[in-house]
């Protein structure tokens, strides 16, 4: 794992005090005037800053991983240095187990990820009905026995090294007379057969993510799955991630939410200057699991709201039950409430995938400003020009119209289509600015810039777009410029924002 680097600012040098768990590296230094070439992965304070040490302080500390000794009395600035950074309150006493126990989660570099549903082997023996459905599931049909035994396992071992803690998140569904565990093993390293360690975990544990928390050497992790009872077992996905422990999911600060069929949204949220506007940005299709935008949205200084889902191969489009949408406003709005913002003082944004999320719950929220790059709104029609359009390319759209639409065919792809533009139509964009950079022949939604300008016939809305020539992945650069600029010119011209350097 990345190397996890520490600033220190006191009287007394911790690194003579206190020992180090390897891969932590702590500087300590006297006076912090310099601004960094890059912010630290932690940040003590063991006596109050000086005026001058504020800003450097503010650029070199991320969100969430500011911690100040319970002696020190913080002025008004580093007050507001305190609270705009999310920090946190430690006990002298308890520095010395924090270092050895919790600064290995805040490692730099976040990792998650999901077995693809390919890598899924039926254990022999099993002798019921395996349907496949894609990326979607898998679903088992027929009699485990009497007692527990292996029904499945993923191939791909996934390697964990010393001091490292993994999570596992299992999505399913059953029929009541199904039981079932989790199995974790871990292998040696450069062993097939050597085990060094087990773990099981029943219904009652999956109720919450698993970890198994490495203290011994690295290895080889291996997970199966085993069964008991008759009946329909449908296997969704299994996810694993490099855990933060109790700090967060992927970033430091970052949160999870699940809904009661086990579907996760992931946000992280950073206060900036607690300033108008709250830019709220939705990833784009990912299958390396964790947030997308953090640079470009730390850059801004204003508060911001970063949302991922991990749903299908790379996520569904953040369309799902009553309950899943309604969560997602309720994350929004939580924050928008914390802020005293009104809708007026959100932006909403996104690339690719996350236009549509910026697009669809922009309907709810109608904010000041819906900036796009690559913009996507028909995904039934996504689905429809896989087999034409762009051959073997993004085939999770048939996923997502089978999840979503509930099957394949014209009717599945219309409803899917009428999904969004219903509620686009629904929505008062008086006071709303769309500011969209899109790809004269794109392949997957080709006409989604001049259908949306067809549906928004408010009066007072304001359009402005940029096309650029090629398909819908021929020019992200070109893309992301123009979608950066005009970032930066609704906060200068709009909310009198300047991008920080």
């Not at 932690?42 to 500011?66: N, S």
């Not at 085990?195 to 009652?204: D, Q, V």
């Not at 198994?212 to 069964?227: E, H, K, T, V, Y």
């Not at 999320?357 to 709104?377: N, R």
Request: glycine fraction near 10%; aromatic fraction near 14%; charged fraction near 25%.
């Amino acid at each position: 794992m990345d190397e996890i680097r520490v600033l220190q600012l006191g009287n007394e040098d911790w690194n003579e005090i206190y020992a180090l768990p390897q891969g932590i590296t702590m500087e300590y230094v006297e006076a912090f005037t310099q601004i960094p070439k890059k912010p630290y992965d932690m940040v003590f304070l063991d006596r109050a800053p000086l005026v001058e040490e504020l800003e450097p302080l503010h650029c070199g500390t991320k969100a969430y991983t500011l911690f100040v000794t319970d002696q020190v009395k913080l002025g008004a600035k580093a007050r507001q240095l305190f609270e705009e950074k999310k920090g946190k309150w430690i006990g002298k006493a308890d520095v010395s187990g924090f270092l050895q126990q919790e600064a290995r989660f805040f490692f730099p570099k976040p990792y998650g990820e999901k077995f693809r549903l390919r890598a899924i082997a039926v254990a022999q023996g099993f002798c019921g009905c395996v349907k496949w459905s894609g990326d979607c599931h898998v679903e088992l049909l027929g009699d485990y026995g009497e007692d527990f035994r292996q029904i499945v396992y993923w191939r791909n071992n996934i390697p964990v090294s010393q001091g490292q803690m993994l999570d596992f998140w299992l999505e399913y569904e059953k029929d009541p007379e199904v039981e079932i565990s989790l199995s974790i093993t871990k292998l040696a390293s450069g062993s097939i057969s050597d085990i060094i360690g087990c773990w099981e975990f029943n219904e009652e544990d999956l109720k919450q993510i698993v970890q198994i928390d490495n203290n011994q050497s690295g290895g080889w992790i291996f997970l199966s799955l085993r069964a008991k009872g008759r009946g329909r077992l449908q296997l969704i996905a299994l996810h694993d991630r490099h855990s933060r422990g109790k700090h967060g999911y992927f970033l430091p600060g970052g949160e999870r939410y699940v809904t009661s069929k086990r579907e996760e949204i992931f946000c992280y949220y950073n206060p900036g200057d607690r300033k108008p506007p709250l830019n709220v940005y939705f990833s784009g299709y990912k299958t390396r699991q964790g947030f997308e935008g953090y640079y470009m949205m730390e850059s801004f200084g204003a508060p911001y709201l970063l949302v991922a889902e991990p749903r299908l191969e790379g996520g569904s489009f953040y369309m799902g039950s009553e309950e899943y949408e309604l969560l997602m406003v309720n994350i929004i709005g939580r924050y928008m409430e914390e802020l005293g913002f009104t809708s007026n003082q959100v932006i909403m944004a996104g690339l690719s995938m996350g236009t549509y999320g910026a697009m669809y719950y922009g309907c709810d929220i109608e904010p000041h400003a819906i900036i796009l790059g690559k913009p996507l709104a028909s995904v039934g029609n996504i689905a429809r020009n896989l087999r034409l359009n762009r051959p073997r390319s993004f085939d999770t759209s048939l996923d997502v119209l089978r999840y979503l639409g509930g099957d394949t065919d014209q009717e599945a792809i219309q409803t899917l289509n009428d999904r969004f533009w219903k509620k686009f139509d629904a929505a008062d964009w008086e006071h709303s600015k769309f500011a969209v950079a899109y790809m004269l022949e794109d392949d997957y939604d080709a006409d989604a810039y001049a259908t949306m300008l067809s549906h928004l016939d408010t009066v007072g809305v304001q359009v402005y777009g940029k096309g650029l020539r090629g398909r819908h992945n021929d020019n992200t650069n070109g893309i992301v410029s123009w979608f950066s600029s005009q970032y930066s010119k609704i906060l200068r011209e709009d909310f009198g924002r300047m991008k920080k350097e």
